[in-house]
């Protein structure tokens, strides 16, 4: 964090009275800086002036409204306000995912405004009026009334080490399109290059280096313009009336370099911010000028959306680098969230205690990225002869779906086109939203999506009513027990729906979840297959979107069949959550968020194994079997034994164990680059500094072992009126 400077001006008075607590605490940071768990302090620098925070997020505005930019008057028309949802797409992976989200948006736009564009012109062609009688008596609609009217338009942020990174968006297919890039607005790319213009050679924390000098940087000193803009909407005014987004998403591969190392060091950098204004107890100014921009505080929920890598592929074996760099982003993690959560040794409410616990996300969403390979065992293909380009685009579009499910569960009608509801017909009072709040009191931690969608079902009469004697029977009625079935089934091609559903993490190996899902089946859902698997028994809460097209009405048994299955397979949650969608899809859709039991899968056990094992361990326990028992026994055991874990384990982690190459030679270079780039000594940050420690894999396996051990008492009646004897049995 920057030290404050003693002399200030009239406007950075202003802030301060804004952002920092009483003066006693200003001086206490000042001689004991904030620390993260590694003991090196933060540093990200934030924009102190308010005016220029202000200024910064209204030209991001006007660039992301153009159209209402030019129009605009500012005594006759309201100011737009951001998106309620930004995505943030880091690395090669996270971006192009980030941009299929963008395209899909931007093409749904399109077809609902073509479509009510014909549907209009129909409406003042006058029907004579037994024409009308005819189509409302018998139900007659258009085809658009069967498409989805999907109008969430996310802030798009796409950001990479590569130079390159906007030729490589422009000349994608999507970026060919006519129109695409110039026309959706809401897309921003991160111009990182000036820092770093070579990616970061498939190893985090160099990744993380580069992203703290990115963090660290004065914006004013950097040589691309719009960097400020996106730096005062992402870092300095989140959470705040004048920035209007509440929820984020930061989608990155857990695999690689660039995203792995980066997503957490912005997601802390937020976070940092965020919280700061949660010490923030002075009295606002009520001058006119203030009032309409005043740093009013809201609660934000922040998401990791993660793509492990494949565990293993049909016999060949997967780079190592892969498991042990996602094992790092994991172990981390779930030390932060350790320190976060649960860790109250030494219970402190001060500032300086609680900043000392942030944590990068309130939850980090895990998917696999087996999904396809699952899909292709599924359906009976040759996995060997699928395009790798096919299943990284099948994989995004599993992404998607969920990222437009959890979209549209919280979306709030200012993400609406202004006519939405009214043309769509449908009626905001039968929704169930989750707030921002909502996701952040139910999600947090890991958490794992099972997805699964059906058409909807064709209710033809066969036969006459019972009125005249004969039973009406009604085909294709919607299988609720089918639907939440394939939701938990391993990843599958729906054929019919053109979705791909299942789990986006499997509880355990492949083979043995099939068999247990087999016998779940056979025995007609009886949940005993499966509730002891750790995945669903020490599973803390699940939240479940429901999404339904807009004139399907959910049937009461439907709904209480769901909560039966639920209930059922999630025998311990604390916490179950609902959200009732109408009018985002076309076909009726489940999404079941499972939170903080997925550590406990076997591939999340085994990609955090790979990297202490590799990074960690003393050399006789580098390459036997004794640390992936030890890590087992350090999880069940009734007390955990610390000193075997120093034993077992170096105090700091090796990176030169990932790299093929002379780490003591690299380091230098890249601490010159900080130095060159940040030229300030008190704000100096070695690489050594940012090291996992062995502190940091004794709080995650700390995390490991709440996990494993939670569970509920059931709610039992408690009377003081006992029954008489004599009507005891």
């Given at each position: 964090m920057a030290t404050k400077k003693t002399s200030r001006t009239t406007e950075s008075t202003e802030l301060d009275d804004v952002i920092t607590a009483s003066p006693e605490a200003e001086v206490e940071v000042i001689s004991r800086p904030l620390t993260n768990a590694n003991g090196n302090g933060y540093m990200y620098f934030t924009e102190r002036d308010l005016n220029k925070i202000l200024h910064n997020l209204d030209t991001l505005r006007d660039s992301v409204y153009p159209h209402l930019a030019n129009q605009q008057d500012a005594d006759n028309q309201k100011q737009p306000q951001f998106p309620s949802v930004c995505l943030i797409g880091l690395g090669r992976c996270g971006s192009n995912i980030a941009l299929d989200v963008a395209s899909l948006v931007y093409n749904a736009r399109n077809?609902?405004?073509?479509?009510?564009?014909?549907?209009?012109?129909?409406?003042?062609?006058p029907d004579?009026?037994?024409?009308?009688?005819?189509?409302?008596s018998l139900h007659l609609k258009g085809s658009h009334q069967l498409k989805p009217v999907f109008l969430i338009e996310p802030l798009v942020m796409l950001g990479d080490l590569d130079k390159d990174i906007e030729g490589r968006i422009r000349f994608s297919h999507k970026g060919e399109r006519a129109g695409f890039l110039k026309d959706y607005t809401k897309?921003?790319?991160?111009?990182?290059?000036?820092?770093?213009?070579?990616?970061?050679?498939?190893a985090p924390i160099l990744g993380q280096y580069l992203a703290k000098i990115i963090l660290n940087k004065d914006t004013q000193r950097f040589s691309n313009p719009d960097w400020k803009f996106v730096h005062s909407y992402l870092i300095d005014s989140c959470g705040i009336k004048a920035n209007q987004s509440r929820l984020y998403f930061y989608i990155f591969s857990a695999g690689g370099g660039t995203g792995s190392g980066m997503a957490s060091e912005f997601g802390l950098a937020q976070q940092y911010a965020y919280m700061s204004k949660t010490?923030?107890?002075?009295?606002?100014?009520?001058?006119?000028?203030?009032?309409?921009?005043?740093?009013?505080?809201?609660?934000i929920f922040t998401s990791g959306i993660c793509i492990l890598p494949n565990i293993s592929d049909h016999g060949v074996e997967m780079s190592e680098a892969l498991h042990i760099n996602a094992g790092r982003l994991l172990c981390k993690y779930l030390s932060e969230e350790w320190d976060f959560s649960y860790n109250f040794d030494n219970e402190d409410s001060s500032e300086a205690s609680v900043m000392h616990r942030i944590r990068p996300w309130n939850a980090m969403m895990l998917i696999s990225n087996d999904i396809m390979r699952y899909a292709e065992e599924t359906d009976e293909g040759a996995i060997?002869?699928?395009?790798?380009?096919?299943?990284?685009?099948?994989?995004?579009?599993?992404?998607?779906?969920?990222?437009?499910?959890?979209?549209?569960?919280?979306?709030?009608?200012t993400d609406y086109d202004e006519n939405y509801f009214r043309r769509a017909g449908i009626d905001i009072g039968e929704t169930i939203r989750l707030d921002a709040n909502d996701l952040f009191m139910s999600l947090a931690g890991p958490v794992a999506v099972a997805y699964a969608e059906s058409v909807i079902p064709a209710s033809i009469p066969q036969g006459v009513d019972k009125l005249r004697g004969i039973d009406t029977k009604k085909i294709g009625e919607l299988n609720i027990d089918d639907l939440f079935y394939r939701s938990i089934d391993l990843p599958h091609f729906n054929k019919v729906t053109q979705a791909i559903e299942g789990i986006s993490l499997l509880p355990i190996e492949s083979a043995r979840y099939r068999e247990a899902l087999a016998n779940?089946?056979?025995?007609?859902?009886?949940?005993?297959?499966?509730?002891?698997?750790?995945f669903f028994k020490n599973c803390s809460s699940v939240v479940s979107i429901?999404?339904?097209?807009?004139?399907?009405?959910?049937?009461?048994?439907?709904?209480?069949k769901l909560k039966s299955h639920l209930n059922a397979l999630f025998p311990n949650t604390t916490l179950k959550r609902y959200a009732l969608v109408i009018g985002a899809s076309a076909n009726i859709s489940l999404t079941t968020l499972i939170v903080k039991s997925p550590c406990l899968s076997d591939d999340f056990l085994t990609l955090i194994v790979a990297f202490i094992k590799r990074c960690f361990a003393k050399d006789s326990y580098r390459f036997d079997e004794q640390l992936d028992s030890a890590m087992l026994d350090f999880i069940r055991a009734e007390e955990f034994d610390e000193a075997l874990v120093d034993k077992m384990l170096n105090e700091y982690e090796n990176p030169a164990k990932i790299l093929d190459t002379n780490w003591y030679a690299i380091k230098p270079m890249y601490e010159k680059k900080y130095r060159e780039l940040i030229n300030d000594s008190e704000k100096f940050c070695s690489i050594n500094d940012i090291r996992l420690s062995r502190d940091s894999v004794k709080k995650a396996i700390k995390y490991l072992r709440e996990i494993y051990r939670h569970k509920i008492s059931k709610t039992r009646i408690v009377s003081l009126n006992s029954l008489p004897k004599d009507v005891k049995n």
């Open positions: 077809f609902y405004l073509n479509e009510f564009l014909s549907e209009e012109k129909e409406v003042r062609e004579h009026m037994p024409m009308r009688w005819i189509k409302r897309m921003k790319i991160m111009d990182l290059s000036e820092v770093h213009a070579g990616g970061s050679g498939n010490f923030d107890v002075r009295a606002q100014s009520e001058d006119s000028s203030n009032r309409g921009h005043s740093f009013v505080f809201e609660p060997q002869h699928i395009d790798v380009n096919a299943m990284e685009k099948y994989a995004n579009q599993y992404i998607s779906q969920q990222i437009f499910n959890i979209l549209t569960a919280q979306a709030v009608t779940y089946l056979q025995k007609g859902y009886d949940a005993n297959a499966l509730k002891d698997l750790h429901i999404s339904l097209p807009k004139d399907y009405k959910l049937s009461y048994m439907d709904l209480n």
